[in-house]
């Protein structure tokens, strides 16, 4: 497949008001090692998120963490804002120079965290800001409730949550309006499945993070190969192709730093699975 014939052929989906292709990109990795600090070549990171937009790509998510700031910084600078991208992030998790991802949804400090945002993505309003992981340490209601008064405010658009359960995504749904769950969601990895099916039910965009692990990949390796000779793909093409057929609500954002990994995560979305093949893959975790 040509660099000419790849772009982001995935169907849409709406989130709030805006229409986005299901398959996204995850800014994660245009950090430093262990996602902390820059890059080590700033002006690659932004090829590929210039790159991205320009073979469809109209989702990016990143968070206030990723560096910290690196990701939204980049993000910032390459595309600002732009109207034909939702840029999505988050707050609720601090690091260290351990690289250790420390839960924090204290409200006054998300409020502090959302300026910073803004500042960074260098826009007025964030299309799509998630709590990023519920704090033991902070009751689970006073930290959505917060995300729902920058709403109000009009410093955000829409919100959603990350690794949360099925109990507290209906706690979330009582105080405010989700549009996205982003949890842990892959070929191997299902333990998330039932917020998968409630996020179907409600019409709730949910976002699978780590959705090509290669670890993961590995414990399906031998049925992901079978199916991707049939395609002339690769595995990991193969288990993004399965995602997008998983779930109509269902939106991968795979991240990369390098432009070749980039086109071939994008090229998953011309991947067209039989539905027997679409069968197999989901029976394979039973």
């Avoid at 960074?120 to 006073?142: G, K, S, V």
Wanted: glycine fraction near 6%.
């Amino acid at each position: 497949m040509s660099r000419d014939t790849i772009a982001n052929e995935s169907d849409t989906f709406e989130i709030g008001e805006t229409t986005v292709h299901r398959l996204g990109f995850g800014a994660m990795r245009l950090c430093g090692d262990e996602i902390i600090g820059p890059p080590e070549d700033e002006e690659r990171a932004r090829e590929v998120l210039r790159q991205a937009i320009d073979l469809g790509v109209d989702f990016v998510d990143t968070a206030d963490s990723y560096g910290p700031g690196v990701s939204e910084r980049l993000i910032g600078e390459t595309i600002g804002d732009a109207d034909d991208v939702l840029v999505a992030t988050k707050a609720g998790l601090l690091r260290n120079r351990s690289g250790e991802w420390i839960a924090h949804g204290d409200p006054d400090y998300i409020r502090n965290q959302v300026l910073a945002s803004l500042d960074r993505l260098r826009t007025d309003a964030i299309d799509l800001y998630q709590f990023h992981r519920p704090d033991p340490d902070t009751p689970f209601e006073d930290s959505i409730r917060t995300f729902g008064e920058l709403q109000d405010d009009g410093l955000v658009r829409t919100v959603g949550v990350s690794n949360v359960s099925v109990e507290q995504l209906e706690t979330a749904r009582e105080h405010v309006d989700v549009a996205t769950v982003q949890n842990r969601y892959n070929v191997a990895d299902r333990s998330n499945a039932d917020v998968l099916e409630v996020c179907a039910e409600h019409d709730i965009g949910f976002i699978p993070w780590a959705p090509i692990d290669g670890d993961d990949l590995a414990e399906h390796g031998t049925l992901l190969d079978d199916v991707a000779e049939d395609h002339d793909a690769s595995r990991r093409q193969v288990a993004l192709a399965w995602l997008l057929e998983r779930s109509d609500v269902v939106l991968p954002i795979p991240g990369t730093s390098d432009p070749a990994h980039l086109e071939s995560n994008l090229a998953a979305s011309q991947v067209s699975l039989t539905d027997d093949e679409v069968q197999r893959i989901t029976e394979s975790a039973d």
